[in-house]
């Protein structure tokens, strides 16, 4: 049954800490529309943590017209999302998603909490796992109940820029042949040439956190080209957060995670449809297309 609610409705992944609840803090505390913001973590204890949190701070403001929500979601565990989508189902409606976040990632960790910065094969599966196919499956799911003029956004990184790759990588990247298919065959490439030794030959660096987030860059590419005439007239747009102090960059990143959640909260929220459909698709820095 269809909701009489007529609220936007915004979901954010990973949000439980770094610029993901800071996200949700700018929809939350910024918005003059009224929204319902679901604030979804992997783990309950610590997506609870944050919702009291943010909730407190709400009731410590002015902007108590909109709501936020906690909803357990594991990018990792296609059973959660299809839960989540159920439930946003039953309480929204079929078309219930006005904005998604693809905003879970980040970097690999030992099992000792250190950050790997070397280019295995274990490294390589675990990055594009998280920080790829995450966020492919994640709106695979989501996106037929996303509503007409809807904003689906992916974080990316700007370390993620073509001219890491080399041979015909970047043409294939931006082509516009390029299909979902074709796209988790290059980001499982990269793995399984990892483990070979080869990846360089077939032009890949050896990064697998940024190749894991041009695979999302081009993917957002992908959407916007393929779902051009779609009826509900959706935008989509990768990311670059900056260099943001977070769990996964340490205390001598620049930015705050506020200043990092500035453009996705900017592309989430203007009214500027206009300039977001110019450049549908596309990369954004510091709350502006950066080429890619
Ligand atoms: N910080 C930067 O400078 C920077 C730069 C470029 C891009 N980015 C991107 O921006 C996004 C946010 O980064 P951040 O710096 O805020 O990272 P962060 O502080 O490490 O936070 C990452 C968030 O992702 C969540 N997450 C990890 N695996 C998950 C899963 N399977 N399901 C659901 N949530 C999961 C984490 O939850 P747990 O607490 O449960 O682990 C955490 O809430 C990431 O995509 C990152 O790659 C960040």
């Known amino acids: ?42 783990s309950v204890e610590r997506g609870q943590q944050a919702f009291d949190d943010l909730r407190r701070e709400q009731l410590r403001s002015a902007h108590t017209d909109n709501e936020l929500r906690f909803h357990q979601l594991d990018v990792s565990d296609v059973a959660t999302m299809q839960a989540f989508v159920e439930y946003l189902t039953l309480v929204h409606g079929e078309l219930s998603v006005d904005i998604l976040v693809n905003n879970a990632g980040g970097v690999v960790r030992s099992a ?45 990184t700007a370390l993620a820029q073509l001219g890491i790759f080399s041979g015909d990588l970047p043409k294939v990247l931006v082509s516009d042949d390029l299909t979902l298919n074709g796209l988790h065959i290059i980001e499982n490439g990269f793995v399984s040439s990892v483990g070979k030794g080869t990846f360089s030959s077939y032009g ?3 990064m697998p956190f940024a190749v894991a987030k041009a695979g999302l860059i081009a993917y957002a590419r992908m959407l916007a080209r393929v779902l051009a005439h779609d009826s509900r007239d959706l935008v989509f747009a990768a990311v670059c957060p900056g260099y943001v102090k977070t769990d996964m960059t340490g205390p001598y990143a620049p930015l705050t995670p506020d200043q990092g959640a500035e453009t996705p909260a900017y592309i989430a929220l203007t009214d500027d449809t206009k300039r977001l459909k110019r450049h549908n698709g596309g990369l954004w820095k510091h709350l502006k297309p950066l080429k890619w």
């Open 112 to 156: 000792a909490g250190d950050v790997v910065r070397t280019c295995d094969v274990d490294t390589a599966y675990r990055s594009v796992h998280l920080n790829y196919f995450s966020a492919v499956n994640v709106t695979s799911v989501m996106l037929p109940h996303v509503r007409p003029h809807g904003r689906v956004l992916f974080m990316a």
């Open 1 to 42: 049954m269809m909701s009489e609610d007529r609220r936007l409705v915004a979901v954010v992944t990973g949000a439980n800490r770094g610029i993901g609840k800071a996200i949700v803090r700018r929809l939350l505390l910024q918005t003059a529309k009224p929204m319902i913001i679901y604030l979804t973590a992997r």
């Open 204 to 206: 890949f660096p050896p």
